[in-house]
């Protein structure tokens, strides 16, 4: 960091006690800090309002008048966004955890050290630091759906790719493990492409046998099947003019892939059981995480289509492979899965975040991001600790208390995914990996567990 970074860094320390503000004082503008000083809550409150940018708080929570407690509860009703770190003589639990309720920073204890302070005032800035970043990435996106994090050169090459492609009505196969944000990039592109005023239509072709598939993208006449009750339009017409996203495009059935292969060729298709053609305007993006070209060795995918959609390929890189975007999306995943609605994110330790440094999340993006989520329920409005992770694959961890979850206004929908997931991992656990055994023993079909294992990452 520059030292004049440093210099335009505002504190205002607030202390009843001459001695401790000059300790704080000469130790901080000792590191360049701007630091000015109030002798009361009052002080601090006319001091702010004066409107100096301050950007941090050192407060004692003893002062006479209005005590520490209270002037940081006024700051936070009057949607101050100053940071706050509060002293205190006696560190009992109520005064920690009524400072982190009203949404501290950090406290620091009577006696500190000098070292202390230093550290927990720098840790400040660089959270600082990283929030402001997020917001920054945050607003470059329009539609909150459409916020990609990351800036490693990995992902800076995607955004080129995106830039590049988005304007032309060029195939994109998007391809890359489970929860790299593939279906994340499909939306960007079509919210960057001039197509964006027209529908995006996503398809999941895992998700529907083969027979439903073909009328689902391609729609039926009334009398096609026995269920066809009632003419349909299928996916490609409710695109028209816009995006469809084919997902898992390798689960398509010949049939299927035969039909798309004249889509892309001609922009023409025939409802199921039907003679009309119809003609469409569509652009069309894939996403596979199935090696298609085996596929195209093996013969269950035409090699013909494999060309067509692949186009243009954009390979989204595994989590792993862009560690340093880690602490990034850590940031902006506190930032959206708040304790509560109006909770300030919820924070993080150090030892936490190494933790998840070092770990090789095979669930890539979307298992961190549920990491973060359950964490937050777990941290109760509390630092996340490395303790509440729980990245071993296997490792279950239910203990709660219906009574305690409910005072504690846990979300039912976080509380029950993390039964989910647990429940997943621990039969996974006791079935030595046999899916199937597995899936006998939770009741489930081995698509619905599969289904399961890949939301949690746990595939
Ligand atoms: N770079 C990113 N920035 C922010 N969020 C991301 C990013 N990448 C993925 N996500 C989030 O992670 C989750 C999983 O992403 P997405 O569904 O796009 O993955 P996927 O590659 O399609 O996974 P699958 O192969 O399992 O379908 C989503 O909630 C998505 O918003
Ligand atoms: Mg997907």
Not at 250 to 275: D, N, P
Not at 341 to 364: C, L, Q, V
Request: with cysteine; proline share 3%.
């Amino acid at each position: 960091m520059t030292t004049e970074q440093i210099q335009q860094r505002r504190i205002l320390i607030a202390d009843d006690d001459d001695g401790v503000r000059a300790v704080l004082r000469d130790l901080l503008a000792g590191e360049g800090y701007h630091v000015s000083e109030a002798r009361s809550g009052t002080e601090v409150l006319t001091n702010l309002a004066a409107g100096n940018g301050y950007h941090l708080l050192l407060m004692d929570v003893r002062m006479p008048g209005l005590d520490g407690l209270e002037v940081l509860e006024r700051l936070r009703k009057n949607n101050s966004d100053i940071g706050v770190i509060m002293i205190t003589a006696h560190a009992t639990s109520s005064v920690a955890i009524r400072a982190m309720q009203a949404g501290a920073f950090d406290y620091l204890l009577k006696p500190f050290e000098v070292d202390e302070v230093l550290v927990l005032v720098q840790r400040f800035f660089e959270h600082q630091e990283l929030a402001s970043k997020v917001k920054t990435l945050e607003s470059q996106a329009s539609d909150p759906r459409e916020r990609m994090i990351g800036q490693s050169p990995a992902m800076q090459r995607i955004y080129k790719t995106i830039g590049r492609v988005a304007a032309s009505d060029a195939p994109v196969l998007v391809t890359g493990e489970t929860g790299t944000g593939k279906e994340l990039v499909a939306n960007v592109i079509h919210a960057n492409s001039s197509r964006r005023n027209g529908p995006m239509i996503s398809v999941n072709c895992a998700a529907l046998p083969d027979t439903l598939l073909e009328s689902e993208l391609f729609g039926h006449e009334k009398g096609a099947f026995t269920s066809a009750v009632a003419q349909r339009k299928g996916r490609f017409e409710l695109a028209n003019n816009g995006t469809i996203f084919l997902d898992e495009v390798g689960e398509l059935s010949l049939t299927a892939q035969k039909k798309l292969l004249r889509v892309l060729q001609e922009g023409t298709f025939e409802r199921v059981g039907g003679t009309a053609t119809i003609k469409v305007d569509v652009r069309v993006i894939t996403a596979t995480n199935r090696d298609l070209e085996e596929e195209v060795r093996k013969g269950t995918f035409r090699e013909d289509l494999y060309y067509r959609l692949n186009v243009i390929n954009i390979h989204m890189p595994p989590l792993r492979e862009r560690k340093e975007d880690i602490p990034l999306l850590i940031e902006y995943f506190l930032n959206k899965y708040r304790y509560t609605p109006a909770s300030p994110p919820t924070r993080i330790s150090e030892e936490a975040i190494a933790k998840m440094m070092a770990y090789d999340w095979p669930g890539n993006v979307r298992q961190l991001e549920n990491e973060i989520r359950r964490a937050v329920v777990y941290a109760q409005g509390k630092v996340i600790t490395s303790d509440l992770l729980s990245l071993e694959p296997g490792r279950a961890v239910v203990e709660f208390d219906i009574a305690q979850a409910v005072r504690d206004r846990v979300p039912l929908e976080a509380l029950l995914r993390d039964v989910e997931r647990s429940m997943l991992s621990e039969a996974l656990r006791q079935c030595d990996g046999d899916r199937s055994a597995a899936a006998e023993r939770l009741g489930l079909t081995a698509a619905a567990l599969d289904k399961r294992l890949k939301t949690y990452g746990l595939a």
